[in-house]
């Protein structure tokens, strides 16, 4: 069974651009979550989907936001790059909420010049 | 606010013995998980405790003590593999997962 996937792997971006990250959850599990994490951190909340629905949200500007899809694959889509921004980006999965088990893919690292 | 603390390195040598811990103060809480992530890899799950008490999983071991907000994860029998990031995450009461700054664990032969 496939795990869950994210493309692209890596990504370089000028300050300013828009970028859209994409994730397909384990088939079967309805719950996306994301997250930002800096090198030498634990990842950061960003958003959490659950049938379609966001469920919750991180302490993240407007400039985050996503999506969830029917077939429950996800996007997230991030406006006005800033250095900052510059991190590995994780999305994970479970059956229903987070619970106490996510499965997360590989992520891909944005890189903002 | 929300915190857990962890330390940050741990070093231990092939075959002992490695007990890594986390105090947490979160606004709410269903539980604590473990995560342990290779440097370029994802985070993959370990444990997760939701009572009082102690789960052991093969050699990995973790005790949760709600009232004293602390829970450890224990390694037993370290083998080189066993080199990673080791992060706890609190479960809260909205279903999110909050991550520990996570514990670096060198094992040395």
Known sequence: ?113 | GQSLEQPSEVTAVEGAIVQINCTYQTSGFYGLSWYQQHDGGAPTFLSYNALDGLEETGRFSSFLSRSDSYGYLLLQELQMKDSASYFCAVRDNTDKLIFGTGTRLQVFP
């Open chain 1, 1 to 113: 069974d496939a795990g869950v996937t994210q493309s692209p792997t890596h990504l370089i971006k000028t300050r300013g651009q828009h970028v859209t990250l994409r994730c397909s959850p384990i088939s079967g599990h309805k719950s996306v979550s994301w997250y930002q994490q800096v090198l030498g951190q634990g990842p950061q909340f960003i958003f959490q989907y659950y049938e379609k629905e966001e469920r919750g949200r991180g302490n993240f500007p407007d400039r985050f936001s996503a999506r969830q899809f029917p077939n429950y694959s996800s996007e997230l889509n991030v406006n006005a790059l800033l250095l900052g921004d510059s991190a590995l980006y994780l999305c994970a999965s479970s059956w229903g909420g987070q619970g106490a088990k996510a499965f997360f893919g590989q992520g891909t690292r944005l890189t903002v010049v």
